[in-house]
């Protein structure tokens, strides 16, 4: 039988005092993790996210909904999940639900899968079994991303289904980037299985070390040439843990960052990471 341990991490952006990311972490009835990234451009989605995290947690780790989740019943969960929100949001006395303006990450470990539910953009951070890293990018090509508030904001999903690019008319779309050879900067294009803007992956326990959910912030880590981190050479260091013992990334994540603020590079995005570590 696997070990498998979890660990967290989050970073707020350079140039703010609160993080919009919430990441919460536990291990029973599974091992899981949800992340919540909210958009800063709305007011209390600090708030919104943090309630997001713990109403999925409630609504699909304790009540196990996690058994019976698939392709078809994905877009009835997540606005359940949006529904509940809404109403915990109602009691605080906040009326503008656009704090809930948030993407949302579910993953969580059952039956020997490893299975990931996401609401918008984010990334997955993979080690496989052989030592090989890959890279998942879900993102959406306008840089405007689905936010779960969507399912029940009818002019903000359909202001957000008519942005196309003024010059080449390309419409807002998700796009998901499978960087095989992060080295080598090589990706193919998958196709998502429907036009939900929901993503369902899984993957099985016994072809993988490491396994992480991100908020979309770790592509916004940059030098004062305004110069990307290397994809490569972080994702390398990151999993370089020297102990599997314990707050395991934590203590990466913050000899990485040190490493990287050394060299001038800031986060311009909050960053919130959660790993599995099977061993």
Known sequence: MNKISID????????KEISDDYIISGSSPVPYIILSDGCSMNKGTNIGS???CNIAKRYFIENQNFTIINNDNKLLMMKDILNKSITSIKTLGIEDLS??????????????KIYILLAGDGIILIEDSDGKNSIFDF?????????????????CFEDFCNLT?????EKNSLYIKHYFDIKNNE??????????????????INDL??????SDGIKYIKNDSNINC????????????????????????????????KKSFKNYDDISIGTFLIE
């Open 187 to 204: 990706y193919k294009l998958l196709e998502p299985k429907d036009n939900s803007n929901i993503t369902l992956f899984e993957f099985d």
């Open 209 to 214: 070390n490491k396994i992480s959910i991100c």
């Open 50 to 52: 943090m309630i997001l």
């Open 99 to 112: 704090c809930l303006s948030s993407t949302l990450f579910i993953s969580y470990i059952y039956n020997n």
């Open 8 to 15: 967290t991490f989050t970073k707020i952006c350079a140039n």
């Open 165 to 169: 690019d003024p010059e080449t008319k």
């Open 230 to 261: 290397n994809k490569y050479d972080f994702i390398k260091n990151l999993y370089d843990f020297k102990t599997t013992a314990g707050v395991f990334l934590k203590r990466s994540c913050f000899s990485l960052f040190e490493s990287l603020e």
């Open 139 to 155: 993102e959406f090509n306008l840089n405007y991303p689905f936010y779960i508030n969507y399912l029940i904001n009818e002019e």
